[in-house]
């Protein structure tokens, strides 16, 4: 009897040892599947229909400045990037995110794109002021503790006369719009 229980808990023990843990599902979803990319840029040209990077003002953003543009976010993060060349030397330029492409007129890109709705700010938009180098180059990266909204997009990159304004009632105000870049999921 003693030798049938020692078999039958050597029996049980076998069982218990050989079954395995399920294995570790692979996410629904990877990082890389919820990342989004968006990108735009070029040579500015005059505001045309299906322009993706316009000048609106050639006396702050003279024939031949070019702008590039990307803005990536994975699941909490978001960073965006621009750089400029051939701008005015030493100069600083307010830069945002905005919500619409670019279009014939400046106000074509609608408002700044805002990550939570509720107040102009670098902790909800995506600022990038920038200032030039003497041959009107400059790069400028932001990065934000949240992500994009899938369908609820940045389009565009807009370029203001003027360093934005960070307090008060004028937050997020940064001068008339000069350039433009619209944004495209690459």
């Not at 990342?35 to 045309?48: K, P």
């Not at 995110?97 to 938009?125: F, M, R, W």
């Not at 180059?137 to 503790?145: C, E, K, L, R, S």
């Not at 389009?155 to 001068?175: D, F, M, P, Y």
Request: with cysteine; proline share 6%.
């Amino acid at each position: 009897m003693r030798i049938l229980g020692v078999l039958v808990a050597l029996g049980l023990l076998a069982v218990a040892c050989g079954q395995q843990a399920p294995a570790a599902q692979p996410p629904t979803h990877s990082p890389a599947a919820t990342a989004i990319r968006l990108a735009g840029g070029g040579t500015l040209i005059a505001a045309r229909p299906k322009a993706s990077a316009i000048v609106y003002d050639t006396a702050l953003a003279p024939a031949g400045a070019s702008v590039n543009a990307t803005a990536e976010s994975g699941a909490v993060l978001a960073t965006s990037t621009v750089t400029v060349a051939g701008l005015l030397p030493n100069r600083t330029y307010g830069v945002h995110l905005h919500v619409n492409p670019c279009g014939i007129k400046p106000e074509d890109a609608g408002p700044h794109y805002q990550h939570a709705h509720t107040h102009a700010s670098a902790d909800n938009e995506v600022w990038l002021d920038l200032t030039t180098d003497a041959s009107g180059y400059a790069t400028a990266t932001a990065t934000q503790d949240w992500a994009f909204v899938p369908g609820r997009l940045p389009r565009s990159l807009v370029i203001h006369a003027e360093k934005t304004a960070t307090a008060g009632a004028q937050a997020g105000t940064a001068g008339a719009r000069i350039a433009c870049v619209t944004l495209a999921e690459v």
